[in-house]
Structures are given as structure tokens and as C-alpha cells.
């Protein structure tokens, strides 16, 4: 049984450029979730998709942007990255939006020069 | 506004004792889900136990039990016979019915051999 994937594992990028981070969720799930986790804090949510569109969305700027394709699989996309961006950035998978437990996978180290 | 508090930044527990992890919350919402993950060094969260706020029983999941007191509004993770791979970071979260997890600050857990 296929747990959560994420890529890339690293990356890094300066200042104004743009990413995007990709993540496949849990075998059988179709709703992704993704968190922000800034050094030493805990996650913060950015949004959530399901049926390839955003159902809610966190205290984030426009500049987070995200995509749910028809396999489920998801992106997270920041145009005009700034230093603060640096960051874990985790998807979470669940069966269903109301589904209670969310499984996570390994994350995306960013850091943004 | 919905808050988790974890009181304890860091804990050192020697080997094989036992460990309570501490997580309170604020909520005037009378239906959520309380989790724990585990966040090794590795990064990826690994979710641990659930417990519904209308269980009426104590939920357990192997070494770990939830210490749930529904009054207090506390949720506690206790850990028993703690082993040197338990050493990480320990987080509360909620699930309030709006489908996003609120996380509180961690716990970081060292277990001394």
C-alpha cells in the first residue's frame, strides 16, 4: 500500500523565482491537503483540494496557488518567492474531506536565498 | 478563535519509563477529532492515535494512549515503556469539523539510554 509521496525532497531558489512542489496521495484517497512548516513551529495549513478543486483555504497570500488533476495527485505552486517562504512543506492525504485521519508524506524542504 | 497549547517544549525521559505528553485546547465546537503525530528528525508526520470528542472511551493504539478529559479539555499522549526511536518531535493537533488540522507548537522528546 502506496503512502504519500512527495518531490522533490529539496530544493532551493532565490528570491522572486517561482516553485512547484508535487505531492501523490495515499493509495485509495482523493483529498489533499497541503501545510507550511516554518523551523520550529508547527504546520500551518495552506489549503485543501478535492474533486480538483480548492474546497478551503488558510491565512495565505495569493501567490500560494495549487492544482488537484483527475488521479488526485496535487501541486503547490509560489510565484515571487520571498526569504519567508523557506520552509517544510507537507501534503496530507485523506479518504473524503470529512475523513478524520490524515496521513502525511516526507515533505519538501525549501529554502528560498 | 480555536487554540491547542503545548506546554512543554522539550522533555528528557530515560529509557523504558513512562511519558505523558501534555495538549490542551479551546473550543466552544461540540464535535472534533484530537490527533498526535510523531516528527522525527526526518521530518515526515507520523500520525500516532485519534480519539472523536464523543468517544467515550480512552483511545489506545499499541505503547501509546490517549488521556482524553473531554471537561479539562486536555488530551493528553501518554507513551509507555518509552524506547531511544521515540526520541523526536511530538505534536497535538484538532480537527474541527472544518476539515483542516490545527496543530499546536510540539514537544520535543529525548529519550536518554
Known amino acids: 500500500d502506496a503512502g504519500v509521496t512527495q518531490s522533490p525532497t529539496h530544493l532551493i531558489k532565490t528570491r522572486g523565482q517561482q516553485v512547484t512542489l508535487r505531492c501523490s496521495p495515499k493509495?485509495?484517497?482523493?483529498?489533499v491537503s497541503w501545510y507550511q512548516q516554518a523551523l520550529g513551529q508547527g504546520p500551518q495549513f495552506i489549503f485543501q483540494?478535492?474533486?480538483?478543486?480548492?474546497?478551503q483555504r488558510g491565512n495565505f497570500p495569493d501567490r500560494f496557488s495549487g492544482h488537484q488533476f483527475p488521479n488526485y495527485s496535487s501541486e503547490l505552486n509560489v510565484n515571487a518567492l520571498l526569504l519567508g517562504d523557506s520552509a517544510l512543506y507537507l501534503c496530507?492525504?485523506?479518504?473524503?474531506?470529512?475523513?478524520?485521519?490524515?496521513?502525511f508524506g516526507p515533505g519538501t524542504r525549501l529554502l528560498v536565498l | 478563535a480555536q487554540k491547542i497549547t503545548q506546554t512543554q517544549p522539550g522533555m528528557f525521559v530515560q529509557e523504558k519509563e513512562a511519558v505523558t505528553l501534555d495538549c490542551t485546547y479551546d473550543t466552544s465546537d461540540p464535535s472534533y477529532g484530537l490527533f498526535w503525530y510523531k516528527q522525527p528528525s526526518s521530518g515526515e508526520m507520523i500520525f500516532l492515535i485519534y480519539q472523536g470528542s464523543y468517544d467515550q472511551q480512552n483511545a489506545t493504539e499499541g505503547r501509546y494512549s490517549l488521556n482524553f478529559q473531554k471537561a479539562r479539555k486536555s488530551a493528553n499522549l501518554v507513551i509507555s515503556a518509552s524506547q531511544l526511536g521515540d526520541s523526536a518531535m511530538y505534536f497535538c493537533a484538532i480537527y474541527f469539523g472544518n476539515e483542516k488540522l490545527t496543530f499546536g507548537t510540539g514537544t520535543r522528546l529525548t529519550i536518554i539510554p
Open positions: 493509495s485509495g484517497h482523493d483529498t
Open positions: 496530507a492525504s485523506s479518504l473524503i474531506p470529512g475523513g478524520e485521519t490524515q496521513y
Open positions: 483540494y478535492y474533486e480538483e478543486e480548492e474546497r
